[in-house]
């Protein structure tokens, strides 16, 4: 199999006229399963032997980025470096996190919010090295989508992808809707002169923000501009919101009192560090999770970066560290000024700071500052996502276009801002929140488990039982850890049981290091210590997913079977009419006639 290297774009532009030809044609069948209601009838016929066939259809690293990439059409630009990267980050996590989850999950962990944070970061970490594996061995636009597809196939990618996309409009659009309460204390006028209120329709929904929708339409023009320009534009307002952090923290520990972390507003309510326990950290941390959403968008501009073995292990690692550091000492600022208890669900460090008038001003302009480049950054990631989805043809190809003169994917771009804008116009923020933590844990923990996976299994010369069965049974563990957690009385008995399920886990981890071999050595950056480190967070991931409430699970099983529903009635029916005769797709660990044809 030819190599390519990393830190040049792959070689697209060495495709020989019959391979250039032949690709093209390929793609032209794309519309024979919809070209006539009786052709879709047929093709409706073949969705058994299709699904069979394309679900568990593996890409390859290779494919990814030579042609699947080439759907796009223009390529783009590697235009960014690791401080690009790394700005990117700050950007994208900074922005949503203090300013919107800190609220509810102060009120479920108390002033242990701090640990909350930290537990967070921790998960955050765990799982953004196993991005930057991926990213530096694959370095395109595909994030999470891209891991899934190459290591468990088609329908996972999808499945994952589709979740996360939607994980970026609810969290975009709940930052959109937090960005009117921070714009009016910082102007000094009231949320509700700034919403209007439709009766009639259910809670949660009856509040119209026409300024959130505003301010996703604008930034979806910047993000369609220039991605270059667009980090200009990012590391400027970013190093603003920097400044107003530190400002934050200094001024929080300098009047706030050391009382508020054990006692609360109204003595009727649980005092404490930990007011509601280690189930309430732990609820908190699944909550803020949110927060480190941006990390993942980072990966999606892999594309883009000049040199991909250098600059993402810096721009992916080092952004969650900091972030994970200034989110620490705000929430601990924060803690320090109010009682938990009066921390407020919607623009919680506006109400911290409101008994300084001029401060809460501040906190309102700076908190704004901070949004606009989280909404930059997450909005720049979903529509990378959503052109690699595109180019898989699991959905329209259009989205896959790139722009010939902005480098940029256009139209995805531009459905998603919009998308995200009618959202953001009327869904209210504690319904968004809920939805978008079990998505993003659960794909966070698809990564984890896929690059378990790809070390150790290689498709066609290695077995996968072993690993699948490993992957299984901790997960299993993990479950039924979390489960003893949660669910069993406090006491002795709960004690040994979750040691005892602790050590079940260790054990099967080194059962497996010890007995399966590593059969793939990532050849410029690879997760440390493995199988530890993404065993950590498959076990952290699950362990947050229990700590949810019933609402989102119903609210998860409710997108995923639409999202199933649009693979089956569409998604395999366009790849398989992409597919033509196997020469675009590996099928068991075979590298097909399509790929002879590149010259490296």
């Known amino acids: 199999m030819p190599s390519v290297a990393l830190n040049s774009p792959p070689p697209i532009q060495t495709l020989t006229f019959q391979s250039r030809s032949y690709l093209h044609s390929a793609m032209d069948a794309h519309s024979s399963s919809f070209s006539s209601f009786s052709a879709y009838l047929r093709a409706l016929s073949l969705t058994p032997s299709r699904l069979s066939r394309r679900a568990f ?5 290779f494919d990814e980025m030579t042609s699947t990439r080439s759907t796009s059409g223009v390529h783009m630009h590697r235009t960014l470096r690791w401080f690009d990267l790394v700005g990117f980050g700050l950007g994208g996590m900074v922005g949503a996190g203090v300013f919107v989850t800190t609220g509810p999950a ?26 930057t594996e991926f990213a530096v061995d694959m370095p395109v636009a595909g994030g999470a989508f891209s891991y899934l597809r190459i290591t468990f196939g088609e329908f996972a990618g999808f499945l994952t992808g589709a979740n996360l996309i939607m994980d970026y409009v609810m969290s975009n659009a709940a930052v959109a809707r937090s960005f009117t309460q921070y714009l009016g204390a910082a102007i000094g006028i009231s949320t509700a002169k700034w919403r209007l209120v439709v009766p009639g329709l259910p ?22 501009y220039s991605t270059k320009q667009s980090s200009v534009v990012n590391m400027t307002l970013t190093a603003i919101h920097i400044l107003f952090i530190a400002f934050l923290i200094v001024f929080g520990f300098w009047k706030g009192d050391w009382k508020n972390f054990t006692e609360p507003g109204d003595p009727k309510n649980e005092s404490g560090f930990f007011p509601h326990g280690a189930t309430g950290v732990f609820k908190g941390a699944s909550l803020v999770y949110l927060s480190y959403i941006g990390y993942d968008a980072v990966s999606t501009m892999a594309e883009e970066v000049r040199n991909p073995a250098k600059d993402i292990p810096v721009g992916v690692s080092g952004s969650v560290v900091l972030v994970t550091i200034l989110y620490c000492l705000m929430a601990a600022s924060m803690a320090k000024l109010l009682p938990y208890d009066m921390i407020k669900a919607e623009a919680p460090l506006a109400e911290a700071f409101a008994r300084w008038k001029w401060v809460s001003n501040v906190i309102g302009g700076g908190a704004s500052f901070g949004i606009l480049t989280s909404l930059l ?7 990378r996502y959503m052109c690699v989805i595109g180019r898989s043809r699991v959905v329209p190809a259009w989205f896959a276009e790139v722009h010939p003169k902005t480098s940029t994917p256009l139209n995805a771009s531009a ?5 995200t ?15 978008v933590c079990i998505g993003t844990l659960f794909v966070f923990y698809m990564v984890a488990n896929a690059i378990i996976y790809r070390r150790y299994v290689v498709i066609g010369s290695t077995k996968p039982q072993p690993t699948l069965s490993f992957l299984c049974s901790f997960s299993l563990t993990a479950i039924i850890f979390t489960l ?12 040994a049981l979750l040691t005892v399920t602790a050590i079940v886990a260790i054990v099967v981890s080194l059962i497996f290091n010890c007995v399966v071999p590593q059969t793939r050595k990532p050849e410029f950056w690879g997760v440390p210590l493995m199988p530890w480190i993404p065993c950590a967070s498959i076990f952290l991931n699950l362990f947050l997913l229990g ?8 609210r998860f099983v409710f997108f995923s079977i639409l999202v199933v529903l649009v693979y089956v009635l569409y998604g395999v029916h366009s790849s398989s009419d992409a597919e033509g005769d196997d020469s675009l797709f590996v099928k068991n660990g075979e590298i097909l006639e399509l790929q002879n044809n590149f010259k490296v």
């Open 57 to 61: 259809s593996v890409s390859t690293s």
């Open 106 to 131: 102060a009120h479920q962990a108390g002033p242990a919010i701090v640990l909350s944070y930290a537990i967070a970061g921790l998960c955050a970490l765990l799982s953004a090295f196993c991005y």
């Open 203 to 224: 809670k949660g929904f009856d509040q119209i923000d026409l300024i959130a929708v505003a301010v996703v339409l604008i930034i979806t023009i910047i993000i369609c």
């Open 377 to 383: 950054v997450a909005m720049m990631g979903q529509a």
């Open 415 to 419: 459905f998603l801002g919009i998308f």
């Open 421 to 435: 804008a009618v959202i953001a116009l009327f869904v209210d923020l504690d319904v968004l929140l809920n939805f």
């Open 484 to 495: 003893i957690w949660h669910f069993v009385t406090p006491g002795r008995a709960k004690t």
């Open 547 to 554: 700590s949810l409430d019933g609402m989102s699970y119903i």
